[in-house]
């Protein structure tokens, strides 16, 4: 699944959408760029990572983590603010009888601060309308097989909330320092089409 999809289409309407804005004088391109660059500049997997490391050796901050993610974000220093308004930020914790993965069914929203630029399969239409309807074998298609006993929730991102995947902590891992279980941690895992 992961190389068979383009995010063209997508692509050419956001450029007709940013084309339209500059020509009726609503924004400038160098505005648009800058917007972007500050975005994107501390967005990388790496945020996401941080976050899980820090939730697989700090029971408390997992709790907290949990119970409310935009609060818990910071201790690390990072937030989910940018543009107009703060994106709520649920943290979903797999389980042994549970599995989490994450779409966006509408566009493709995404948590970029903490995951850094999607990938291209995420955007995609095949994957945006068949994780939900058929969220296991979509995820044999990346090589993660789910056991049968174990449920698949699907969430659904929006433009005011995102999700983020916290994997099970992989077995022999005990003992290793945070840098050591962030070196684990993929884009993949925290979107939930990889175990970590």
Known sequence: MSGEHTSAPVAARVRRLEERLIDAGVVAETQL??????????????NGARI??????????????????????????????GGI???????VANTEDTHNVLVCTL?????????????????????RSRVVREPR??????GLE????TAITVWDS??????????????????????????????EGLIGTAAV
């Open 107 to 127: 566009c493709s929203c995404y948590p970029i601060g903490l995951l850094g630029p999607s990938p291209s399969w995420y955007k995609s239409e095949a994957y």
């Open 33 to 46: 760029d800058a917007v972007l660059a500050e975005l994107l500049a501390g967005a990388s997997p790496v």
């Open 158 to 187: 929006s433009a005011e909330s995102r999700y983020l995947v916290l994997p099970r902590r992989p077995d022999g891992t005990e003992g290793r320092t945070e840098a050591e279980l962030t070196a684990l941690v993929t884009r």
């Open 146 to 149: 789910v056991p049968a006993g």
């Open 137 to 142: 074998a979509v995820l044999a298609e990346f």
């Open 85 to 91: 308004q703060e994106q709520r930020l649920k943290v």
């Open 52 to 81: 899980v490391a820090r939730a697989w050796s700090d029971a408390g901050f997992r709790e907290r983590l949990l119970a409310d993610a935009n609060t818990a974000l910071p201790e690390l220093g990072l937030s989910m603010a």
